[in-house]
């Protein structure tokens, strides 16, 4: 997954980034099962590991061009096991540290909170509603297209979008962009449907309950 680092949006770029962003954050807030959060030791327990984990993977990153660093986002399988609201929460808190801890401008917060949370989160939710309402109810079907389908088509997109808002924002030529970005892009594809599939795999198997999304009753129970 490529994100941004880079100070150079113009002052339009940020306003837009900013306000989608804050609005959005905002209403997954307002949306967030706080009481349920207050009542439940293990979904607080499971908001707080995920948050972790998104932090120590968004961590682990390579500086590959000027404004641009590449990692694994894992945000599929965070919104399948906390749902669109909470994903958004934990992510965001999650994107802040990992902001604060390396030093990286807060310039570019808002716009990887629209590119990488947001986009894979509405990608993810719509994904899901799909699987649900017009394809059969089947355990495989939900794990390959929910997690790592799902996975692949938010990495490709996330990287597109990158690659826009760079251009848009004339830090790279559309040349250097397909020269460099594009072919990364691709290579982002398979590794992150890889790790969202395979850790959907192993709590659908051991902690279907975990998942929001996912009715085991309907998928397992019922078949």
């Known amino acids: 997954m490529i994100s941004l680092n880079t100070d150079l949006l113009s002052d ?3 306003y837009l980034f900013n ?13 967030s099962p706080w009481r349920l959060i207050k009542s439940n030791s293990r979904l607080q ?18 500086d590959i061009s000027s404004g641009i660093s590449i990692h694994l986002i ?10 669109w609201d909470l994903a958004i929460v934990c992510a965001s808190m999650s994107l802040a540290l990992v902001t604060l801890a390396s030093g990286s401008s807060w310039s570019s917060f808002a ?10 989160v509405t990608v ?20 390959f297209v929910c997690g790592f389908f799902c996975a692949g088509l938010c990495a490709m997109l996330i990287g597109l979008s990158v ?24 290579l982002t594809i398979f590794p ?21 999304s996912f009715d085991a009753r309907a998928y397992i129970d019922d078949q």
């Open 12 to 14: 339009l770029s940020c």
């Open 19 to 31: 306000a989608l962003f804050l609005s959005v954050f905002l209403c997954a807030c307002y949306k």
């Open 45 to 62: 327990h499971l908001c707080f590991g995920a948050s972790v984990a998104l932090i120590l993977l968004w961590s682990i990153k390579a």
């Open 74 to 83: 894992g945000m599929t399988a965070m919104s399948l096991v906390l749902g």
């Open 111 to 120: 716009a990887n909170g629209v590119i990488t949370i947001l986009l894979p």
């Open 124 to 143: 993810t939710y719509i994904t899901a509603a799909i699987v649900d309402r017009k394809l059969p109810k089947n355990f495989f079907i939900y794990l």
């Open 163 to 186: 690659s826009l808002t760079l251009w848009v924002n004339d830090i790279h030529p559309w040349v250097t962009i397909q020269r460099e970005i594009m072919t990364i892009i691709v």
């Open 192 to 212: 992150e449907g890889l790790l969202n599939g395979a850790f959907l795999s192993a709590v659908m198997a051991f902690y279907p309950d975990w998942i929001r």
